[in-house]
Antibody, heavy 119, light 110 residues
Framework: QVQLQESGPGLVKPSETLSLTCTVSGGSINNYYWSWIRQPPGKGLEWIGFIYYSGTTNYNPSLKSRVTISVDTSKNQFSLELTSVTAADTAVYYC?????????????WGQGTLVTVSS | QSALTQPPSASGSPGQSVTMSCTGTSSDVGNYNYVSWYQQYPGKAPKLMIYEVSKRPSGVPDRFSGSKSGNTASLTVSGLQAEDEADYYCSSYAGSSNWLFGGGTKVTVL
């Protein structure tokens, strides 16, 4: 079955750029929407944005000025960049698949990776 | 756009039913049937439990059911079991390719 795995630095300095990659295994990245979702410690989930395998994107309006999501279909990967981070960006970051068969619900998730913003 | 509103906690005894709400607006929950629910254990990734308001993915027990009325969606867990103790999050399409989550409800099995 499809598995997702986040990778990237666990510690980022304030004002720098957070960069994460999600590797999709056991299935193709094609024909699906792929999202990034985050969860600050002890808090709820926040949708960051999605990318379609073809490259179409959309971002949370509250983060739009700082977020870029890209896809590399040859590597079955998609990536997140969040610029000018602050302590408020400290969170567990999840990558997830949106499945049109399930009305675009998030049917497959990575295990999540904790990113701490601190000097 | 604001997060969907969920009660912070809910509880019930084993065998009982617990229902939790997810309140949005006429621009999200009230306007689309793209409402889904997720179960999350501490330190784990969320798991899809309900999609399209009331449909269950394969493998999800039929004790879990979803519904919607107006701007409020609901998740009911019937025949509550100890393993149902977890956080539950709702999500909804909000138009213009945007998505929202709720703040989550912590379910305690007494």
């Amino acid at each position: 079955q499809v598995q997702l795995q986040e990778s990237g630095p666990g510690l980022v300095k304030p004002s720098e750029t957070l960069s994460l990659t999600c590797t999709v295994s056991g299935g193709s990245i094609n024909n699906y929407y792929w999202s990034w979702i985050r969860q600050p410690p002890g808090k709820g989930l926040e949708w960051i944005g999605f990318i379609y395998y073809s490259g179409t994107t959309n971002y949370n309006p509250s983060l739009k000025s700082r977020v870029t999501i890209s896809v590399d279909t040859s590597k079955n990967q998609f990536s997140l960049e969040l610029t000018s981070v602050t302590a408020a960006d400290t969170a567990v970051y999840y990558c997830a698949r949106q499945n049109s068969i399930a009305a675009y619900a998030y049917d497959c998730w990575g295990q999540g990776t904790l990113v701490t913003v601190s000097s | 756009q604001s997060a969907l509103t969920q009660p912070p906690s809910a509880s019930g005894s084993p065998g009982q039913s617990v229902t939790m709400s997810c309140t949005g607006t006429s621009s999200d929950v009230g306007n689309y049937n793209y409402v889904s629910w997720y179960q999350q254990y501490p330190g784990k990734a969320p798991k899809l439990m309900i999609y399209e308001v009331s449909k269950r993915p394969s493998g999800v027990p039929d004790r879990f059911s979803g519904s919607k009325s107006g701007n409020t969606a609901s998740l009911t867990v019937s025949g509550l079991q100890a393993e149902d103790e977890a956080d539950y999050y709702c999500s909804s399409y909000a138009g213009s390719s945007n998505w929202l989550f709720g703040g989550g409800t912590k379910v305690t099995v007494l």
